[in-house]
């Protein structure tokens, strides 16, 4: 038989252990994308030379698999005789790879607010900190949401790289039962219709969030 | 970046490889990485192929093939961008065979990669025809020409040239993925190097390496790319349709 | 009336002919019942406020819109229907593309081929529509481009030209595929003012060397009397009034056409 329900329902609950994996290694991986992207984006812009190395290193980053980055990070740190658990190495490694595409998400925006913005902050006499954070940034922020959303929805697609340094995410998991009862067709395909779900309701949820802000910055 | 950017960031990692091809730390892992390297460089040709073909094909069929053509391709598309690279290339290699289709590792990472790619790729040439201005339909309809002639002679040649950017992307995209078929038995570059690293644990310039070799094809892409823009937009105003 | 008599009174027949023609967006009725006769060779201009349908006059006779009832006449035959077993049903694609290739249309952005040097923008559809030659293809569309003035601007593409030449470019375009009818819709609104007095006089320099029929929609009232035999004015998707330039211009009767003449001549 091709297709085997009764295995099928006992492999359910054990995959949807992993989802949480897989889920966690998502939420924080993308944490720390934001974050490390905006920093990136700030330093790019804070000068001609800073921000030509920082534009060097993203293109290296960007240019390069995120696999091959995976790997560095995993086996790297233990011989500057620091361990990094898999599943941390991994989070880092993605969080890396798509803080710099953020980075270049954060610039647009940043760079589509106008300029008088800042000439207007600064003869209010408002201190460019200040400014940054209470009147460019909220402005900035809301027509990169659904494009972040989408880096959101392609690094969670990245998740089953980690099996590759065996964190026990979906893919993973999926794979080790494959190998125990060399039946690889329901596990694969349950990972696959997973991805499928979650991907299809994220995309439908980025368009939502895309119709508010529209109608927002209509108003 | 700017072309004369990436063309000094590619001179300098050229330099780079080849200053380290003679350091003696550095050479022992170069003749394995190279071997891995060009399956790796043969992998990416041929599924970029196969992505450019059914990028073309499914998002021609879902703007203008007749019902039944647009469903498949909508399907397609969703279900290749909808789940991930790793698992497409998994069930190709793992699932398929106990449907009784074993096809070789590298047609399978052909085949996986050339098709995630290609989904995407589809998005891409919509996007690219959609956004030729109607005026242009308009025009062809005023000289009297066919639907099929408009397409072929004045809509698709300007979708080409704003496809080509973002084609660029996702060759780079294809490039980088190929190193996931070291999962599926494949000893391409990143198989290679986690062989010798395995081996030798040499971890640092062994990585080092691998990663050099990874951006200057990438950045042989991207200059490549700029380039065909420069020459495929000659007397074209750029970002806007006259 | 069959086919055969339609086409044998073809001779008098006007070269176009609007009866009652209407068109509808949704809720919105632009124009209403309309009724309009060209002659062979007669310049039509049309005037009248914005959004009363003039460009919607001329896309439905380039068949850039549907119509919603009515039909429209070219050249003694219909053109939004054919005749099938003596009775009048809804053209076929076929039809529409034999009967259409007699109207040319110039735009008011141009609408050339970006990707195209002028010379290929105007070599293009004779060669893969009339399928003309190569050699033939270009020997005309030089000799157009040289009528309108830029014999020396071939190789250049749109982005290279000028707003005034872009639009004579359009021009010999639409001329290289012997239209008998040319659709002219604001061709110098888009214009700089210096830009303007060279595309009219290529259009004068038209009416005055060529046998074609022309429709024009413009706003430059001074040259619409000197160079039309009848001004049409449209207010709400109507004629509301048409006659001789002289008098529609000297002594109009509607008092929509008086406001709308006072209007202009004020500001401009
Ligand atoms: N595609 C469309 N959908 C809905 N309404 C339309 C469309 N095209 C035109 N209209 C409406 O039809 C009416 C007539 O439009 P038309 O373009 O013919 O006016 P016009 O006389 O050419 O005006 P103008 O002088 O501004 O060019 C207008 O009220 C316009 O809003
Ligand atoms: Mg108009």
Redesign the pocket.
Request: hydrophobic share 30%; aromatic share 12%.
């Given at each position: 038989m091709i297709w085997d329900w009764d295995y099928t329902f006992e492999i359910l609950p054990v995959l949807a252990q992993a989802a949480i994996v897989t889920i966690e290694a998502t939420a924080i991986g993308f944490v720390i994308a934001l974050v490390l992207g905006l920093f990136l984006a700030i330093l790019r812009m804070s000068g001609p030379k800073t921000g030509w190395c920082v534009s060097v290193f993203i293109e290296c980053i960007r240019s390069t698999p995120l696999l091959i980055q995976i790997f560095f990070l995993y086996f790297v740190f233990p011989s500057f005789g620091i361990t990094l658990d898999a599943f941390v190495a991994g989070v880092i490694a993605l969080g890396l790879h798509y803080g710099c595409y953020c980075a270049e998400v954060y610039r647009a925006g940043l760079e589509g607010v106008h300029r008088g913005q800042w000439e207007a902050c600064t003869a209010l006499n408002l201190s460019s900190l200040t400014t940054f954070k209470n009147i460019i940034l909220p402005q900035a922020i809301p027509p990169i949401v659904p494009v972040l959303g989408n880096y959101l929805v392609a690094l969670f697609k990245e998740t089953p790289l980690l099996s590759a340094i065996a964190v026990m995410e979906m893919m993973q998991t999926a794979k080790i039962l494959g190998s125990e009862t060399f039946r690889y067709t329901e596990p694969i395909t349950l990972v696959g219709i997973a991805f499928l779900i979650m991907s299809l309701v994220s995309a439908a949820l980025i368009r939502i969030v895309e119709r508010r802000l529209n109608l927002r910055s209509a108003k | 970046m700017g072309t004369f950017s990436l063309s000094v960031m590619l001179v300098g990692a050229v330099i780079t490889l080849a200053a380290l091809a003679t350091s003696h730390t550095f050479s022992v892992f170069f003749p394995g990485l190279l071997e891995g390297a060009w399956l790796t460089v043969q992998i990416a040709v041929c599924g970029s192929l196969l992505a450019v073909v059914m990028g073309t094909v499914s998002g021609l069929a879902k703007l203008y093939g007749p019902r039944p053509l647009r469903w498949l391709a909508v399907t397609y598309i969703e279900i290749f961008r909808g789940t991930s690279a790793l698992v497409q290339l998994f069930w190709l290699f793992f699932a398929l065979p106990l449907f009784g289709i074993s096809l070789e590792p590298f047609t399978v990472a052909v085949l996986g990669l050339g098709l995630n790619v290609g989904a995407y790729g589809a998005e891409v040439v919509r996007g690219a025809v959609q956004s030729v201005s109607r005026s242009q339909w308009e025009a062809t309809i005023a000289l009297n020409m066919t639907r099929l002639q408009a397409l072929r002679r004045i809509i698709l040649p300007q979708a080409f040239i704003a496809m080509i950017p973002p084609w660029g992307n996702l060759f780079i995209e294809l490039l980088k993925s190929t190193a996931l078929v070291s999962l599926i038995t494949l000893s391409d570059l990143a198989f290679k190097a986690q062989e010798m690293n395995q081996t030798t644990m040499r971890t640092i310039p062994i990585f080092t390496l691998v990663l050099l070799m990874y951006l200057v094809m990438s950045l042989c892409i991207t200059i490549g790319m700029k380039r065909l823009e420069k020459t495929a937009a000659k007397g074209m105003p750029r970002g806007r349709s006259v | 009336m069959t086919m055969a008599a339609a086409e044998q009174l073809a001779p008098q027949q006007p070269m176009v002919r609007f009866e009652n023609v209407s068109k509808r967006?949704?809720n919105?009725v632009?124009l209403d019942d309309l009724n309009l006769e060209v002659s062979r060779g007669e310049k039509v201009a049309i005037i009248?406020?914005?959004?009363?349908?003039?460009?919607?006059?001329l896309r439905m006779l380039m068949t850039l819109e549907r119509i919603d009832g009515g039909v429209i006449w070219v050249d003694g035959e219909p053109m939004t229907h054919m005749m099938q077993g003596g009775q009048m049903v809804p053209a076929a694609q076929k039809h529409l593309r034999r009967v259409r290739s007699k109207i040319g249309m110039v735009f008011q952005h141009f609408n050339l081929f970006p990707h195209m040097t002028a010379l290929q923008n105007c070599i293009e559809a004779p060669i893969t529509v009339l399928k003309m030659s190569r050699k033939e293809a270009e020997a005309r569309a030089t000799e157009l481009l040289g009528m309108v003035g830029l014999a020396d601007k071939k190789g250049h593409y749109p982005a290279q030209l000028s707003g005034g030449q872009q639009q004579r470019v359009a021009i010999a375009r639409a001329l290289a595929m012997r239209p008998k009818v040319m659709l002219f819709d604001?061709v110098t609104s888009a214009l700089d003012p210096e830009l303007v007095g060279e595309v009219l006089h290529v259009i004068r320099q038209l009416g005055a060397e060529h046998d074609l029929t022309m429709l024009m929609?413009t706003h430059q009232m001074g040259f619409a009397k000197e160079f039309a035999d009848r001004v049409c004015f449209?207010y709400q998707g109507k004629i509301a009034e048409q006659g001789a330039p002289q008098e529609l211009f000297g002594a109009p009767k509607n008092d929509r056409t008086k406001q709308f003449l006072r209007a202009v001549l004020e500001s401009g």
């Open positions: - | - | 967006y949704g919105l632009v009248g406020p914005s959004g009363s349908g003039k460009t919607t006059v604001e929609v449209f």
